[in-house]
């Protein structure tokens, strides 16, 4: 359920009304924009008499919430919202490009990387230092020494980093990190989540193999209800009966996302198709679906990367890219 106020309400009779919704046993949320204020109620309302709250003289309206997801939810949080990670910002008209390759390899590669994708313009250095791979033989990250090496490569260039845990028990090797991704094959994992929304970490949130946006929306939901709001999710491809491309990216996703979710929306069109030539076409496709950023794997030797070298961008290519990104950019959002 969902009490918007009245515009310029008191605040003694704002907090009177608050006290009382929680001694009804529920969790309210507050979303102060700049026209309205919103009070979302989380928790069992069945026995809350709505025509009572809706005659109080501070109360504008009142709307039952009937999705299963609330912290998300865009009723709860009409305006965008905008995930800070140091300057950077995320969400709201806030555009940001990702980039880097898919694994960090040596210090050499992952420095190289990164200053070649900031000249190039992107904001944030990916890299995964804990690969989540479908053969335990594959390579599966430099671990804690890649994480060492991504802070030696932000060090270098100051882009802050984003990199995937895997494992809660890895968490406190994360402390340092800027962003935190749960990869697609986590998205349900939801002790993880929960032990996430116990952080103040902004979470890059990957959407599940096969997960519906409800789904998607849910896993957000164990993270921001655990306390941490500052998720943002991630487009990367889901499977379909298509056979030759590695997913099928779901453009349609972000505008509808947008419309359910206060939450930034990123696309990955590195995973979604898993061929490098096709990635340009599916970046620019992202951007004017009206995506929040665009994360892409960039690889300075693609032909020997240990992982995804096939979907990876050489660094000229990714610099021929974001000048067209940045255009449809202009045009998505003037
Ligand atoms: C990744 O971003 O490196 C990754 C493994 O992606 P996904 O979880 O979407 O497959
Ligand atoms: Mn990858």
């Known amino acids: 359920m969902i009490v918007v106020l009245k515009h310029g309400v008191q605040r003694d009779k704002r907090e009177q009304l608050i006290h ?3 001694k009804q046993g529920l969790r309210i949320h507050i979303s102060e924009g700049e026209y309205q204020t919103v009070l979302g ?6 026995h809350i008499d709505m025509d009572l709250v809706d005659s109080l003289e501070i109360v504008d309206s009142v709307k039952r ?9 865009r009723k709860f949080h009409p305006e965008d919202m905008v995930v800070e990670v140091g300057d950077v910002k995320i969400g709201g008209g806030h555009f940001v490009l990702i980039a ?12 190289t990387v990164a200053a070649a994708v900031k000249a190039a313009g992107a904001k944030i250095l990916r890299g995964g230092a804990f690969k989540p791979r479908t053969s335990p033989y594959d390579f599966s990250g430099l671990k804690a ?8 490569a932000r060090k270098e260039t100051g882009l802050p980093i984003v990199t995937e845990l895997m494992d809660v028990r890895d968490l406190e090797l994360f402390a340092d990190v800027d962003i935190i ?5 986590n998205m349900q994992n939801f002790d993880l989540l929960r032990e996430l929304g116990r952080t103040d970490k902004p979470i890059l949130l990957k959407r599940g193999l096969a997960n519906t ?3 998607l929306l849910m896993s957000a939901e164990y993270i921001m209800s655990s306390g941490n709001e500052r998720v943002i999710l991630c487009e990367r491809g889901i499977r379909t009966f298509t056979d030759y491309t590695r997913n099928t990216l779901d453009l349609s996703a972000v505008p509808m996302l947008h419309e359910l979710t206060h939450l930034p929306v990123i696309v990955d069109p590195s995973h979604a198709t898993g061929i490098a030539r096709i990635v340009p076409n599916m970046a620019l496709a992202g951007t004017a679906a009206g995506a929040d950023g665009i994360m892409i794997e960039v690889h300075n030797d693609p032909i020997n990367a240990l992982c995804d070298g096939a979907q990876s961008l050489r660094p000229e290519e990714y610099a021929a890219l974001t000048e067209k990104i940045f255009a ?7």
């Open 20 to 22: 009382w919704l929680e």
């Open 41 to 46: 109620l989380i928790g069992d309302t069945t």
């Open 65 to 73: 919430v009937t999705e299963p997801f609330k912290c998300c939810n």
């Open 100 to 111: 880097g390759p898919c694994s960090v390899e040596s210090e050499e590669q992952i420095v």
């Open 145 to 152: 020494t890649g994480l060492e090496l991504l802070r030696i």
């Open 181 to 185: 991704q749960v990869g697609a094959r």
């Open 213 to 215: 946006l409800k789904e």
């Open 328 to 334: 449809v950019r202009k045009v998505v959002a003037p």
